[in-house]
């Protein structure tokens, strides 16, 4: 009964590491996102994977970079971690394909701190 | 390009009272609309959507939304609050078709009050 599993969930790094955030889901579904989460701001979209193979920038991707290494995963890069890219990380996936309605099942979150 | 705004980032009531949290969207085709409820330190939980087929919308713990075409609305209300309803609320918009991006609004914070 897992879901969406990200990890890690908390991390702090300094400014210029890299690190990679890592998502899995265990409901064979095609299409999978990352999101942001900052206060007052909702939820924005980096990059997302429609299909395995395939991948595609959301509205705020600069900064990041995306694999999609199999139906089941999909994980966000930061090459030079920036304070601005202190947040709430958030991985989801839905259905996809013809007829979904777009519904996101969202994993727990990965707390992101940049010193 | 779709949107959503959310009126009002907190809203406050007493437990009992009614619950009103207001989204409008807009869209370039046929939207699919959906609230999705936060608790703190949790990810994003669904609580309705609407998808095209009745405009009013029963959702998980007593909440429903009424989609409304003319006004571009899609509301969530609750008759009577609980304690356990306070948590940040989400309104998203999806477009459907191959695009499956959903759009989200701001977030309105409830705080119930005893």
């Known amino acids: 009964n897992a879901g969406v599993t990200q990890t890690p969930k908390f991390q702090v790094l300094k400014t210029g590491q890299s690190m990679t955030l890592q998502c899995a889901q265990d409901m064979n579904h095609n299409s999978m996102y990352w999101y942001r989460q900052d206060p007052g701001m909702g939820l924005r979209l980096i990059y997302y994977s429609a299909s395995e193979g395939t991948t595609d920038k959301g509205e705020v991707p600069n900064g990041y970079n995306v694999s999609r290494l199999n139906k089941r995963e999909f994980s966000l890069r930061l090459e030079s971690a920036a304070p601005s890219q202190t947040s709430v990380y958030f991985c989801?996936?839905?259905?996809?394909?013809?007829?979904?309605?777009?519904?996101?099942?969202f994993g727990e979150g990965s707390r992101l701190t940049v010193l | 390009a779709q949107s959503v705004t959310q009126l009002g980032s907190h809203v406050s009531v007493s437990e009992g009272a009614l619950v009103l949290l207001r989204c409008n969207y807009s869209s370039s085709v046929p939207p699919y609309l959906f609230w999705y409820v936060q608790y703190p330190n949790q990810g994003l939980q669904l609580l309705l959507k609407?998808?095209?087929?009745?405009?009013l919308v029963k959702g998980i713990n007593g909440f429903e939304a009424e989609f409304k075409k003319s006004e571009t609305s899609f509301h969530l209300t609750k008759p009577s609050a609980h304690m356990s309803d306070a948590a940040e609320y989400f309104c998203?918009?999806?477009?459907?078709?191959?695009?499956?991006?959903?759009?989200f609004g701001k977030g309105t914070l409830l705080t119930v009050n005893p």
């Open positions: 989801a996936s839905n259905r996809g394909g013809g007829g979904s309605t777009g519904e996101l099942f």
């Open positions: 998203a918009v999806s477009s459907g078709g191959s695009n499956y991006k959903l759009t």
């Open positions: 609407y998808t095209s087929a009745a405009t």
